[in-house]
């Protein structure tokens, strides 16, 4: 059974960083492309950073140069560093997982087929 379960959310001022953790269990992890995604209340899910299997990685315009996506092959996890907190990067994260054969990974969270239960982060001005 694949399961997700992020951490590391939390409240900070603008400006500020944090580091959001997806440990994962029941997937050959090495083999799966993940994602990041993030929702607010009364809008779309939103990808914001996605890795696959070979390392390649994506980014939304919003995040770049601001967050970095990781993962660590040995302890199942995959990882998520916000620096330079803005206001709008509010929101609940998930980290969703999809198996590497699909095809190359997207910053759509609909194509994924396993999601986390999602970590909050509140970034206040």
């Known amino acids: 059974q694949v399961q997700l379960v992020e951490s590391g959310g939390g409240s900070v001022q603008a400006g500020g960083s944090l580091r959001l953790s997806c440990a994962t269990s029941g997937l050959t992890y090495s083999d799966w492309n993940l994602l990041w995604f993030r929702q607010t209340p009364g809008k779309e899910r939103e990808g914001v950073a996605g890795?696959?299997?070979?390392?390649?990685?994506r980014y939304t315009d919003s995040v770049k140069g601001r967050f970095t996506i990781s993962r660590d092959n040995a302890e199942n996890t995959l990882y998520l560093q916000m620096d330079s907190l803005k206001f709008e990067d509010t929101a609940l994260y998930y980290c969703a997982a999809r198996p590497g054969w699909v095809g190359p990974g997207t910053l759509s969270p609909h194509t994924y087929n396993y999601w986390g239960q999602g970590t909050q982060v509140t970034v206040s001005s």
């Open positions: 890795i696959d299997s070979d390392g390649s990685t």
